[in-house]
């Protein structure tokens, strides 16, 4: 079925305030219809994007959140204060959080369910690093990070988000092929199927994450179950971020 595809710009912790306006603007300006855009950018800079994307369709996101509502949770964000901001999206499971900052399945599936339960849309992520691809784990480690995801609690189709983004693609300069992507998204829309029921899954957008380009872009979102992108460093530049976003119409 006809998914409309969805780009969204994954900023890390980069940019400053002054830069990350001059960013939001641009994209904004830049932004074609018939494609769903966001950013997620880092957590002091939301309330200045957010202000700078008013008015247009992009949507505002965040890198991660806290699952608790409030309290003595020093240095953490609830997911109440980024709708706060403005925010309509929040990533969770991302490659760097599970492996960098030692979030596990337990921690990521919390982030989860509370995201998607206030609302927002939740955009979860899975894959694999090199040595499980090396091992043939690529499929059993996206099924176990797919099922952080509980169906009893996730009902509407339009705002849940699985990004693939293959741990040895990110920041690297080295993608996968258009043939390995499309074999690990068909995988997660079957798992999805699975898990929930087939028509769920035929509605649920897979972006592709892992060294997104303005020169691979074309051929990875031609793959059938390929429905966008999370882009990390092509987005920080608003021409080469578009120019995906495009290639996705």
């Not at 018939?34 to 880092?42: K, T």
């Not at 505002?60 to 699952?67: E, N, S, T």
């Amino acid at each position: 079925m006809a998914r409309t595809g969805f780009v969204a710009g994954n900023w890390k912790m980069n940019t400053n305030k002054q830069g990350a306006v001059a960013l939001a603007k641009a994209v904004a300006q830049g932004a074609p219809a018939g494609v769903q855009v966001g950013v997620a950018v880092p957590f002091v800079y939301l309330d200045a994007v957010g202000q700078a994307l008013a008015g247009s369709s992009v949507m505002l996101g965040a890198q991660d959140a806290c699952w608790l509502p409030n309290g003595a949770c020093t240095g953490e964000i609830s997911i109440e204060m980024l709708k706060d901001v403005g925010a309509k999206f929040v990533l969770t499971g991302h490659s760097e959080r599970r492996h960098i900052f030692g979030d596990g399945p337990e921690f990521v599936a919390k982030k989860a369910h509370a995201v998607y339960s206030s609302g927002l849309t939740l955009i979860h992520c899975v894959g694999e690093t090199l040595e499980q691809r090396d091992a043939n784990q690529t499929l059993a480690v996206v099924q176990k990070q797919l099922e952080e995801l509980q169906p009893a609690s996730i009902a509407d189709p339009d705002r849940l988000v699985i990004a693939y983004e293959p741990v040895w693609a990110i920041g690297t300069g080295r993608n996968a092929t258009n043939e390995q992507a499309q074999e690990v998204h068909a995988y997660i829309r079957q798992a999805l199927g699975k898990l929930w029921n087939q028509n769920f899954a035929s509605q649920v957008r897979i972006q592709y994450g892992g060294s997104m380009k303005p020169d691979n872009a074309a051929g990875l979102l031609a793959q059938p179950d390929v429905d966008g992108g999370l882009i990390g460093g092509a987005a920080l530049k608003a021409e080469s971020f578009l120019a995906i976003v495009n290639a996705a119409k």
